[in-house]
């Protein structure tokens, strides 16, 4: 485990990853795309919108996953100070920031025609929202601060405080009389859905998935050069002959 | 388990992490009392059986839901209001309401309207939501089904859901029923 | 699928545009983001690489890219 946890040696499995993810999640997107757009029928009810589902399902199941693994690599950089775990969440966070955000305008574009509303106040909604602002919460005080060592640990603790938020989404449409229906791809005997519709969904559920994972992998590449590029200016300031090269840089502050 | 024999680096990690874990159990537990007290306030409407109970008072704005009741929906004297009754089974509440239905309106469905109870206890809706339910099916399965005959939208009975995937029979009135939205819960 | 080949929705099906513009939404969101991503990294890279030339440092060179 400890093994994983030397981020250049995470990136270069990572690395190795990537064009898998990226092929295999092209791939599925064109599956997923066809089954959901052409190939499945329209629903007897929703008609049409019933597809908006196989965009919007997926990308809420990937917008939790995402903010639960934010936390398990935030809640590893407290306890055991592992870089790699802060760097994932800071590479994970606005990939599962556009997955919530899809979510949430996707739902809102099918609430319309189904319900007669672009929104309503109920938990499963207003949870979902919190999320979102979860996500922009961490990554402003992510970034808030040039120096690691401040803004880096409150970020972390955001993280891994809002996880509680996970169950809440989760259970709010058990729990509470919420205008939004309850899960049907963990209904309790099975998915009470067409098996082409199922198709759909899971294709769909794969590429974003994959292209997610992918996004999440490019970025982690991006937080890895900002650790090198601060250690590299730390040795510049210590050299200040070199300086005079780069002084577009904004080294000193 | 004795922390003795640890190194203080090692015995501060286990340290940080009964903190993280520790906090986010208290955390959670906080989230869920708070939670269960506003569990009333949260809800997102109340049934019939609540409001015929007095729930709510009058002259209080509040969201209803239920199931349309078959045969219920009418028009009255003015042509443009609509009236019909919101049923979970168990107790009735008759809504009018002016205006433009949703798509998904029809007897049967499981709807959500915003408004309040009249001195006549009617509930005047301001606004009607239709509630949709966790079954997807393709247009052409339902048609064979009613040519069929097979096909039962909205009606209470055991065999009366299009698939046997929601327990308490009909396929639109997950969690509206009186005594079944406790008992899907679980 | 008895809407024909082309299937329903492209035949034009009821509320058709609400899943068009949903999708729109989706795939100009991951698009935007993807693209910031990779653009974001390179920048990162080449500032680095500017960096290590200027240190000259040479167990610096072999370690970019």
């Not at chain 2, 915003?114 to 206890?121: D, T």
């Amino acid at each position: 485990m400890h093994r994983f946890a030397n981020p250049a040696r995470f990136m270069r499995v990572a690395e190795r990853l990537l064009p898998w993810f990226l092929g295999l999640g092209g791939i599925l997107l064109l599956a997923g795309l066809y089954q959901g757009l052409i190939a499945s029928p329209a629903d007897y009810q929703q008609h049409e919108t019933v597809r908006i589902m196989y965009l919007h399902v997926p990308a809420a199941i990937l917008a939790q996953g995402f903010y639960f693994g934010m936390a398990l690599g935030s809640a590893s950089f407290l306890i055991w100070k592992h870089p790699l775990g802060d760097l994932m969440a800071r590479a994970m966070a606005p990939v599962g920031a556009a997955l919530c955000f899809i979510c949430l305008v996707t739902g809102a574009i099918w609430g319309k025609p189904t319900w007669g509303t672009y929104w309503v106040w109920d938990a499963r909604l207003t949870s979902m929202l919190i999320l979102l602002f979860l996500y922009f919460g961490y990554m402003a005080l992510a970034n808030a601060f040039d120096d690691p060592s401040r803004g880096h640990k409150p970020a972390a603790l955001l993280a891994v405080v809002g996880v509680v938020n996970i169950p809440v989404i989760k259970f709010s449409v058990y729990f509470f009389n919420t205008l939004h229906q309850k899960s049907t791809l963990f209904a309790e005997g099975g998915p009470s859905m067409d098996p082409d519709m199922l198709l759909a969904l899971m294709l769909m559920l794969g590429a974003l998935g994959f292209l997610a994972t992918a996004m999440a992998i490019i970025r982690l590449r991006g937080e890895m050069t900002v650790v090198k590029l601060r250690a590299a200016r730390h040795g510049l300031n210590r050299h200040d002959d070199a300086t005079q090269d780069v002084k577009h840089e904004e080294t000193t502050r | 388990m004795s922390a003795i024999g640890m190194s203080p680096a090692r015995r501060r990690k286990r340290v940080r992490m009964q903190l993280v874990i520790g906090g986010v159990l208290a955390l959670g537990a906080a989230v869920v009392l708070t939670l269960t007290a506003l569990e009333e306030n949260i809800a997102f409407f109340h049934g019939p059986t609540g409001v015929v109970a007095g729930d709510v008072g009058e002259g209080v704005t509040f969201r209803l839901g239920g199931l349309v009741k078959d045969g219920s929906v009418t028009q009255i004297e003015d042509g443009a209001t609509h009236q019909f009754i919101v049923t979970d089974q168990a107790e009735d509440v008759t809504v009018q309401f002016r205006g433009l239905l949703p798509d998904l309106f029809r007897e049967g469905q499981g709807i959500v309207a915003l408004g309040e109870l009249n001195a006549q206890k009617i509930f005047i809706a301001d606004e009607v939501l239709a509630k949709h339910d966790e079954t997807y099916m393709p247009t052409e399965a339902v048609e064979a089904m009613k040519r069929a005959g097979t096909w039962r939208h909205g009606e209470d009975g055991p065999e009366s859901g299009p698939k046997s995937g929601s327990e308490n029979g009909s396929d639109s009135n997950a969690g509206y029923g009186a005594d079944q939205s406790t008992g899907d819960t679980q | 699928m008895s809407e024909g080949d082309l299937g329903s929705l492209l035949g034009g099906g009821r509320h058709a545009a609400f899943v068009w513009w949903s999708y729109a939404i989706g795939a100009a969101t991951l698009g935007l983001l993807a693209i910031q991503s990779i653009f974001w990294s390179r920048r990162l890279k080449r500032q680095l690489a500017a960096l290590e030339a200027a240190q000259g440092a040479p167990e610096a060179q072999e370690t970019r890219r």
